[in-house]
């Protein structure tokens, strides 16, 4: 079993900034990799960005790519995803999302056997 505690939400304007962070606890975190997806009111959850165990490989969704970077910190068991430049449009609630399978596109929410609880992200236009 993996643990996910997301925190960092939060309200911001348009053109600003957040940090998300997600710890993880109850395995080895350098054999997990780690993802962010959100779901918008309304809309299906969205794949937004990974990273793989090493954090040698990194993915994003096309919406993000330019303005959120994700990254790992293996000696705190915790992954972050940085959000600059924010619009209206990526109000969401974020969830982090672990998964072990050494084969994964890591970009499928199918793919993902642990969840975080999720955290609320609203940009004001």
């Known amino acids: 079993q993996v643990q996910l505690v997301e925190s960092g939400g939060g309200l911001v304007q348009a053109g600003g900034s957040l940090r998300l962070s997600c710890a993880a606890s109850?395995?080895?975190?350098?054999?997990?990799?780690m993802g962010w997806f959100r779901q918008a009111p309304g809309k299906e959850r969205e794949f937004v960005a990974a990273?793989?165990?090493?954090?040698?490989?990194?993915y994003y969704g096309d919406s993000v790519k330019g303005r959120l970077t994700i990254v790992r910190d293996n000696a705190k068991n915790t992954v972050y995803l940085q959000m600059n430049s924010l619009k209206p449009e990526d109000t969401a609630v974020y969830y982090c999302?672990?998964?072990?399978?050494?084969?994964?596109?890591?970009?499928?929410?199918?793919?993902?056997?642990?969840w975080g609880q999720g955290t609320q992200v609203t940009v004001s236009s």
């Open positions: 109850g395995r080895t975190f350098s054999n997990i990799d």
């Open positions: 999302a672990a998964q072990t399978d050494y084969y994964s596109t890591l970009q499928r929410e199918g793919e993902y056997e642990y």
């Open positions: 990273i793989s165990r090493g954090g040698g490989r990194t």
